[in-house]
């Protein structure tokens, strides 16, 4: 109860600064991908200042959608996922700087396509994609959305190591969605889906 019109001016005063710091707090949240540019420079080494990557182990993040990569940060950062050092690179960043950084890659360029001597195998994967419904949570050209990553032109080398530990269980992912999808997959079938992915722009 309030008793007393002070009483009454003192909650509408705590009510005040409570509006004030969830304000404050939005401001705060919204990514920068300038800033995540500048926050970003050690990452440029291996993923490459747009967001492609300089060797075939290592992801492309261009186009990856913002959200996907800042889950796979905390990840890395928590330690759930480990891999390429990652887990180290990222131990320093907070969550408004992985946001920032998040926001820079995902404006870049995808990455173009690369098909070209495999069309046999391209052509099984995106049979399997359909029959697998991969494309239900990576979206239809496997652009990747939401949390979910992208796959369109990602590295094959990367794209099957992934793909092969998240089978195996070697990999979490956070839902374990991406896990029961993968289980029943053949070598053969990762292959496939590898060099189809990579075929996407
Ligand atoms: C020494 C090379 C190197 C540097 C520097 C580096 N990375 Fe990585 N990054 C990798 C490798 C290799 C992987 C794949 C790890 C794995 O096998 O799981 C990776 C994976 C990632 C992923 C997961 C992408 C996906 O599709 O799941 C993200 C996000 C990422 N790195 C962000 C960063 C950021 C941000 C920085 C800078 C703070 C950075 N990396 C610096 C090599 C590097
Ligand atoms: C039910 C939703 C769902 C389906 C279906 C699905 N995925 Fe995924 N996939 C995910 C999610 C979510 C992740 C991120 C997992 C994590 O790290 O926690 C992921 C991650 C991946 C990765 C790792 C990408 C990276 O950048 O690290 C690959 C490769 C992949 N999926 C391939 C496939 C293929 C191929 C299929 C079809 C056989 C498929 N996925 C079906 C949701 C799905």
């Known amino acids: 109860m309030i008793r007393s019109r002070s009483g009454l001016a003192s909650l509408l005063g705590r009510l005040l600064v409570l509006l004030a710091g969830a304000w404050a707090l939005q401001v705060q949240a919204a990514p920068d991908a300038a800033l995540g540019r ?10 490459g200042e747009q967001g492609i990557a300089v060797q075939p182990a290592v992801p492309h993040l261009a186009a990856q959608p913002a959200l996907s990569l800042f889950y796979q940060m905390v990840q890395f950062r928590n330690q759930q996922r480990k891999g390429g050092g990652m887990e180290t690179l990222v131990a320093g960043l907070s969550d408004a700087d992985m946001r920032d950084i998040a926001a820079w890659f995902a404006s870049q360029r995808p990455p173009p396509g690369q098909g070209g001597a495999q069309a046999e195998r391209v052509a099984r994967g995106q049979v399997l994609s359909q029959q697998q419904f991969c494309s239900s949570c990576h979206g239809a050209r496997l652009q990747g959305q939401k949390h979910v990553p992208r796959l369109a032109g990602q590295a094959q080398d990367y794209f099957l190591t992934q793909l092969r530990n998240i089978r195996s ?4 992912d956070m839902d374990g969605t991406m896990g029961s999808a993968a289980r029943g997959l053949s070598d053969e079938d990762i292959e496939a889906l590898a060099a189809y992915a990579a075929s996407l722009d």
């Open 38 to 47: 500048s926050k970003a420079q050690l990452c440029f080494a291996c993923h």
């Open 169 to 172: 269980g070697a990999r979490v």
